[in-house]
């Protein structure tokens, strides 16, 4: 079984950044379905709570961040992203 | 017209205050020293004010990172293109060109943002978007 089919995969990250958009593109490219967010084209609240979110998720205010299952991936790091996905 | 008393250029992008050079008057192009962005000098009673040149274009940007590179003696990496490319996204959707890897929207994070200035690149050997690095 794919390990990546099961998971619920989340992406935050900015619009504006290119290790985001690798991020995103490796994601793509290997056809995984995930929820992805640019965090700086939320506003108000919405953005406040999640950089909460993942202030509290990884320590600091960095992206991308990909969550895979119980799995935090911080900056955009192919080796790290094939491990937790199976690929 | 020359502005009164000890004239110093105000650098819109890094808001330091520097003297021009010698034999630079009004009307004439000079470079800030500590962000390498350039600016058209004016004189006015109040002093020299420096407004930027090319502003908001892409020429800007790309001029500014190269001089402020050179003043530094930092080098670029393979994502130097992607990096431009993500200051020129960050002008278009929020005003200007601040640092593409980071949320701030302020004028701290000019690039080179205040950290970048301040001596990130020594201390981690790199800027916080990978843009400038030191040389090895």
């Known amino acids: 079984m794919v390990k990546h089919m099961t ?23 290997n056809g995984i379905d995930c929820d992805i967010v640019d965090v700086d084209l939320l506003e108000g609240k919405e ?38 996905l199976g690929l | 017209m020359t502005p009164s008393g000890e004239g110093r250029v105000f650098c ?3 808001s330091v205050r520097f003297p021009p050079p010698k034999g630079v008057g009004d009307g004439e192009e000079v470079m800030c020293p500590v962000c390498g ?14 407004d930027r040149v090319g502003k908001y274009s892409d020429q800007e940007i790309l001029d500014r990172i190269d001089a402020f590179a050179r003043i530094r003696g930092y080098v670029f990496n393979e994502m130097k293109a992607e990096i431009i490319e993500g200051l ?26 205040r950290p970048t200035r301040g001596g990130d690149v020594e201390r981690d050997g790199r800027c916080h978007c990978g843009l400038f690095w030191m040389k090895t």
């Open chain 1, 47 to 84: 953005q406040d709570d999640l950089l909460d979110e993942i202030e509290r998720i990884t320590g600091k205010q960095s992206f991308p961040v990909v969550l895979i299952g119980s799995e935090v991936i911080v900056g955009h790091n192919e080796e790290k992203l094939r491990k937790a």
């Open chain 2, 12 to 14: 819109p992008v890094c």
């Open chain 2, 37 to 50: 962005q350039k600016l058209l000098i004016r004189a006015s009673a109040d002093g020299w004010t420096g």
């Open chain 2, 88 to 113: 020129i996204d960050k002008r278009r959707k929020f005003g200007d060109f601040y640092c593409p890897c980071r949320l701030r929207h302020d004028g701290e994070h000019q690039c080179p943002c």
């Open chain 1, 7 to 29: 998971d619920n995969i989340k992406v935050y990250a900015l619009s504006t950044c290119p290790y985001c958009r690798r991020t995103k593109q490796f994601l793509k490219d």
